[in-house]
């Protein structure tokens, strides 16, 4: 089992920043992938962003250029730099590890993004 613990939500007027953490209780660095993803009211978890165990990341095209992914190995910790927030980046943020077959998911941290 993997326990992911996020932190960092909250209220952010639109165009601040956010950071998001999602600490694990492993090593992050032999697993498939690690990243957020969203889920807002009425609507389907969609993926944010993602980094691979060597390191690859992915972004979904409407955080391109505004959200940031990270990860720290030591800390076993990755990181969702969120710059230029939106009022439509508001939901319910989820850390994600897929370690080749086995799915885990944080509780989910709430981000509001007011206009």
């Known amino acids: 089992q993997v326990q992911l613990v996020e932190s960092g939500g909250g209220l952010v007027q639109a165009g601040g920043p956010l950071r998001l953490s999602c600490a694990a209780s492993?090593?992050?660095?032999?697993?498939?992938?690690m990243g957020w993803y969203r889920q807002a009211p009425g609507k389907q978890r969609e993926l944010v962003a993602t980094?691979?165990?060597?390191?690859?990341?992915n972004y979904a095209d409407s955080v391109k250029g505004r959200f940031t992914i990270s990860r720290d190995i030591f800390k076993k910790t990755v990181y969702l730099q969120m710059n230029s927030l939106k009022p439509e980046d508001t939901a319910i943020y989820y850390c994600?590890?897929?370690?080749?077959?086995?799915?885990?998911w944080g509780q989910g941290t709430q981000v509001t993004v007011s206009s």
């Open positions: 980094i691979s165990g060597g390191g690859g990341k």
């Open positions: 994600y590890l897929s370690d080749f077959g086995d799915d885990y």
């Open positions: 492993r090593s992050i660095v032999s697993i498939n992938a």
